[in-house]
């Protein structure tokens, strides 16, 4: 069991207004102190020059500057740890609305060094699984929502398509230890780094899309009590129990919200008097602890017998004499010093033990005697014997051995004459084949990325190609995992071995519907991308992979919509980030062919080595003849060579590490890039419903003529007709039920897009009709209400 107090952090959100005074101490040993000075109040209208401070103590408080790595190092590596080891663990942020708790816990939308806590958490366990072998892990992800005391499950399918309140709610249960339970929250398995961050992201965004629904029926929210029971519950054991736990005070320092930071800082201290008692975690299969124990019980009985001095009666079966001598034997032959020999608590298995010690000590030292006995015997025979032996035979023994000898120097020279031989061969035959391949152009033989190449996987072919000099084993040398390498280039290089006829249309709910599917789709993930992306641009529904999945959107909707990304502050960041994977593309495009070229010297160097040690072989048997030089010492240009190979090895393994970090950012700004659109897809709904709303709630106000004359038009309240101004501004609109009837009367006619787009060209006076139902005019009221207010923010710079 560990015991510790609940650990505290601060971080600082960088301010470009003037910040407070504060003062930060920071002390590896003794901690961090952490001081706000105010001005105090003045009194009697007198100008008061004293100051007020306050003084806080925190683990360790992070300056404005503090980077996302550091805030992982310092505060969520340790916990990651901790539940390695296997204790449970939390992160919790706390502070006003606006301090970085979601940039911090999260991380930023924007950068890929924006990444907060989970993702870097997630890419450490993940790694670290990768490196032991020895245990199987299983990872599960849930993503819990608490709104209003009422759960709701974040990684629910059906979350995106559905309003908050019509999704099953997280119920709370507890068991008869107390151990609280959430019925209804989904555990999602993640079998690796990418599908844990597919969850993240699936969770984030219908977090986004239920929040930008809480901002509009809670405006003047502004902060968010801890009070909330069903909060505190599911915490309880983060809180103040089996857990080690960390938080992580969020402080914006800007003058005016000083007051709430040192609320946020004095929450922070009267937690970190909280102490939690941490237990590690361990289950026993039940079946096996009975057993265990049963076994346990009746080696005590026994050893309580023993220690009694009740004693056996009965012999040793022969049987079990043959099971105790096996035992004993065992014991003896076992190398190992400190090996024990078990018996159990029966004492006629003690004695039995002794007795055939005692045997075999008295068989051993009469042995020896008798070979003491025999040896001397024997040295005196031998010696008579070789006295005896003739002297000549002996001689032509000798000359016998030298024939044989100078047969297998022959005989070596031969083999020596072949192996020059095959090595010229060889050489011959790489020369020709060089030749060819100029004279044959094959994409496949081209390590780079090119128009030439086709089939997604054909770099990856190629790159086998050219190393086939290479074995499985010198992949393995390399200390790469050749699936890896292959995976990594394949994905990478797919990217751009396609060209952009073959794009297809990757909906968002697929990606992170159907991981696999994705890992199986050979459309590249950035052309994936940009077609999702820049197709929205196009009119004819290429607006819809910006929308909800099933959305049925007018024409005049979609075309406000268009208007509003154009504006939107967010296609900034799409921009730069699009700039930036193409960047960290090309960048690993580079570095495969960089890699590929690695691979191909290393083979060709290993290659030179072969033959040189087979020429020194070779050498060696020459020597053999008279000028034999002993020694086995590598000669200089095969210390070269190795050292060569090594440099490569160490270029090989630096290029793949950097390939797999270029692999996750991108995936990671692809993930960003896919966040940003939803965000823009629920700005663009939050503020058409506002609009909406405006207009309806407008009945009093210009809008309200509008309404009057279209139902005067049409009493049948099926066909009403409105003239727009050029301008387009509807509170000029006014209607006439003559006009109208004259030009379109059908709502066929309306819903066609060409009369729309009249309204853009500024035509002179197109008609916009209304349809008599209340909640289509209401979105044609309010696109033109945004319109207009679009097109009078864009022609305020010019004026
Ligand atoms: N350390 C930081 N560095 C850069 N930007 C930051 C930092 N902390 C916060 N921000 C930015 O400040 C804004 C508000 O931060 P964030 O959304 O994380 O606040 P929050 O505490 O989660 O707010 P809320 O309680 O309303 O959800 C965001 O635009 C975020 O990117």
């Known amino acids: 069991m560990v015991k510790q107090t609940i650990q505290i952090f601060g971080r600082m959100k960088p301010t470009k207004n003037p910040a407070g005074v504060y003062s930060l101490d920071n002390d590896e040993l003794m901690g961090a102190s952490l001081e706000f000075v105010l001005p105090k109040d003045l009194t009697d209208g007198f100008v008061n020059n004293k100051r007020e401070s306050y003084r806080f103590r925190f683990k360790k408080v992070f300056d404005q500057q503090a980077k996302q790595e ?18 449970n663990g939390t992160i919790f942020a706390y502070g006003q609305t606006g301090s970085g708790k979601t940039f911090t816990i999260t991380g930023g939308a924007e950068h890929y060094t924006d990444r907060g806590i989970i993702p870097r958490t997630l890419s450490y366990l993940f790694e670290r699984f990768s490196q032991d072998s020895s245990t199987v892990y299983t990872t599960h992800i849930s993503y819990l929502e608490i709104y209003n005391e009422v759960g709701y499950d974040l990684l629910d399918p059906r979350h995106e398509a559905s309003r908050l309140e019509d999704l099953p709610k997280v119920l709370i249960m507890e068991d008869t230890d107390q151990n609280i339970h959430l019925r209804n929250l989904s555990l999602q398995q993640a079998a690796n780094e990418e599908e844990a961050l597919n969850l993240l992201f699936l969770g984030d965004t219908n977090r986004m899309i239920s929040e930008v629904i809480l901002a509009l029926s809670e405006r003047s929210r502004s902060h968010i009590p801890y009070r909330n029971s069903m909060l ?6 983060s809180l103040g129990g089996n857990c080690m736990t960390t938080m992580i005070a969020t402080l914006a320092v800007d003058k005016r919200n000083l007051d709430e930071s040192i609320s946020t800082c004095r929450f922070a201290q009267r937690v970190a008097l909280i102490k939690n008692e941490a237990i590690l975690n361990e289950e026993l299969d039940p079946v096996l602890l009975i057993a265990h124990l049963k076994e346990e019980i009746l080696t005590l009985k026994k050893e309580l017998a023993m220690m009694m001095g009740e004693q056996k009666s009965k012999q040793l079966s022969t049987d079990e004499i043959l099971k105790l001598e096996e035992l004993i034997k065992a014991f003896l032959n076992d190398p190992d010093p400190d090996v024990t020999l078990s018996l159990g608590p029966d004492m006629r298995k003690v004695q039995h033990s002794f007795l055939y010690f005692k045997k075999k000590l008295l068989e051993k030292q ?6 003491s006995d025999q040896s001397s015997a024997a040295t005196r025979k031998n010696l008579a014997h070789i006295s005896a032996v003739d002297m000549n035979s002996l001689k032509g023994m000798l000359r016998q051995r030298d024939n044989e000898i100078s047969i297998l120097v022959k005989m070596l020279k031969k083999e020596k004459q072949r192996a020059d031989d095959a090595v010229a061969q060889l ?6 084949q060089n030749l060819s391949s100029q004279s044959l152009p094959n994409c496949s033989t081209v390590p780079g990325f090119g128009e030439g190449i086709t089939d997604p996987l054909s770099l990856n072919h190629g790159a086998q190609a050219t190393s086939s000099s290479l074995t499985r084993e010198e992949y393995v040398e390399l200390g790469d995992d050749v699936s890896t390498v292959s995976k990594l280039t394949g ?23 159907n991981v696999k599917a994705q890992q199986e789709d050979p459309t590249p993930k950035e052309n994936r991308f940009q077609e999702s992306h820049e197709g929205h641009m196009n009119h004819g529904g290429h607006v819809l992979p910006y929308m909800k999945k099933g959305s049925q959107l007018s024409a005049g909707k979609l075309e406000a919509f268009e208007i509003f990304i154009k504006d939107h502050e967010e296609q900034k960041i799409i921009e730069e980030n699009k700039k930036l994977i193409k960047k960290r593309s090309a960048e690993a495009e580079t570095l495969s062919e960089h890699l590929n070229q690695v691979r191909n010297r290393i083979a060709e160097l290993k290659k030179q080595l072969q033959m040189k040690r087979r020429q020194r072989a070779a050498q060696r048997f020459e020597d053999v003849e008279g000028n034999y030089t002993p020694g086995g010492k590598l000669d200089p240009i095969e210390e070269d060579l190795c050292e060569q190979i090594k440099q490569e090895k160490i270029a090989y393994k630096t290029t793949i590490g950097r390939l797999k970090t270029l692999s996750t950012e991108i995936e990671h700004l692809q993930l960003l890039l896919e966040k940003v659109k939803v965000k823009i897809q629920t700005d663009f709904q939050r503020w058409w419903s506002q609009e909406a709303s405006n207009l309806q709630g407008c009945e009093t106000g210009p809008m309200a003529g509008f309404h009057t004359l279209s139902s005067h038009a049409s009493p049948s309240g099926t066909v009403a007709m409105c003239q727009v101004l050029p301008e387009i501004n509807p509170d000029h609109c006014y209607s006439s039920a003559q006009d109208a009837r004259s030009s379109r009367s059908t709502e066929d006619d309306f819903n066609q897009s060409s009369e729309w787009r009249a309204l853009d060209s500024s035509g002179p006076s197109p008609l916009v009709p209304l349809t008599g139902d209340q909640r289509v005019d209401a979105d044609v009221l309010a696109f033109l209400r945004a319109r207009q207010n679009l097109l009078s923010k864009k022609a305020a710079p010019q004026q």
């Open 427 to 432: 050489s011959k035959i790489a020369i020709y």
């Open 491 to 513: 994905e990478i290089t797919s990217t751009y071995s396609l060209n952009g006829q073959q794009l297809k249309s990757t909906s968002p709910q697929s990606r992170y519907g």
């Open 232 to 237: 505190t519950s599911v915490l309880r054991d």
């Open 70 to 87: 550091d805030i992982f190092k310092n505060i969520a590596k340790p916990v990651a740890d901790s539940v390695l080891a296997g204790f």
């Open 366 to 371: 009469s042995e020896e005697n008798q070979c």
